[in-house]
């Protein structure tokens, strides 16, 4: 196991940034589902929505104090961390914590992209139904599209549970 080195981590100068630390999160081979596109391109949507929801959780939990993540790049395939002191100021600790987040942001994109977890996704939203963007999904007037499932879902979380009419 090669341990990371202060040299080896990337640098972002992406929308005029003072030079952030940054992770590479693309993905670079998507599994080949048998399922529709329209089903495939969801799950896609879902699992880079859940990477980004989940990313700044994780390094908060690794640095222990208030920092933003954000995508960057021509794809948005970067993940820059700001709020971290200068990287060229950084001593073994701070080397090793990069090390733990970079080594989490790759794992997550492994785990998000595996086949099992894809087409789990996908039969659990019913994304390979015909009409499924009819009655899984929602655009609200200001153009923000939502999953109907994962509202459900999180209303359970919240404590107010499903609806039941007789």
Excluded at 23 to 52: C, G, M, T
Excluded at 56 to 70: F, G, L, S
Excluded at 118 to 136: K, M, Q, S, T, Y
């Amino acid at each position: 196991m090669t341990r990371t080195r202060k040299d080896d981590i990337q640098i972002s100068y992406h929308q005029g940034t003072r030079g952030l630390p940054m992770v590479n999160v693309k993905v670079y081979h998507w599994p080949i589902l048998d399922v529709s596109e329209k089903a495939a391109q969801f799950a896609w949507e879902s699992q880079q929505d859940r990477f980004w929801e989940e990313v700044e959780d994780a390094a908060r939990e690794i640095w222990h104090h208030t920092i933003k993540v954000y995508s960057a790049g021509r794809s948005g395939g970067y993940a820059v961390v700001s709020g971290l002191h200068d990287v060229d100021s950084w001593d073994a600790i701070d080397v090793s914590r990069w090390s733990r987040f970079e080594k989490w942001c790759k794992a997550e994109v492994e785990y998000l992209t595996n086949e099992k977890e894809l087409l789990d996704l996908i039969e659990a939203n019913r994304w390979n139904e015909v009409g499924a963007e009819e009655f899984n999904f929602f655009e609200s007037p200001d153009g923000e599209r939502g999953c109907i499932s994962e509202m459900k879902l999180a209303a359970i979380e919240a404590g107010f549970g499903p609806v039941i009419r007789k």
